[in-house]
Nanobody, 124 residues
C-alpha cells in the first residue's frame, strides 16, 4: 500500500508561483496513476490534474489549464504540481492521490490512496 506525503504549500500573494511535491513510499511508484485534488472550506473536493503511470499523458481541470502543470519523477518516487499565476480562488488544501488499477480519472472515488494534504493560501 503506497503512502503519500505532500509538501510545498504556503501563503503567498496573487500572481505568485508555488510548486507542490508528493513523495511516495513505494519503489513501484511508476505503477500508479496519480492526481492532484483540492478542497476549499465548505466545498467539495475537486479535481485539479492527473498524470499517467509513464508521465506521457496528463489532464488538467479547465480552471487551472494554462497555469498549473502536473509532472512526475518515477526514478525518485515524486509527483509535482507547478502552480503559476495563482489566484485567491486557488486557496485550498491540496491532496495527491494514487490508483494502482485503471486509467487516470477526475473522480475522487477512483483513488484509494491519499496524502494528508498541504495548505495553499493566496491573498489578493
Amino acid at each position: 500500500q503506497v503512502q503519500l506525503v505532500e509538501s510545498g504549500g504556503g501563503l503567498l500573494q496573487a500572481g505568485g508561483s508555488l510548486r507542490l511535491s508528493c513523495a511516495a513510499s513505494e519503489r513501484t511508484f511508476g505503477n500508479y496513476a496519480m492526481a492532484w485534488f483540492r478542497q476549499a472550506p465548505e466545498k467539495e473536493r475537486e479535481f485539479v490534474a492527473a498524470i499517467t503511470r509513464s508521465g506521457i499523458s496528463t489532464s488538467h481541470a479547465d480552471s487551472v489549464k494554462g497555469r498549473f502543470t502536473i509532472s512526475r519523477d518515477n526514478a525518485n518516487n515524486n509527483l509535482y504540481l507547478q502552480m503559476n499565476s495563482l489566484k485567491p480562488e486557488d486557496t485550498a488544501v491540496y491532496y495527491c492521490a494514487a490508483r494502482g488499477q485503471g486509467a487516470i480519472s477526475a473522480r475522487t472515488t477512483d483513488y484509494p490512496y491519499w496524502g494528508q494534504g498541504t495548505q495553499v493560501t493566496v491573498s489578493s
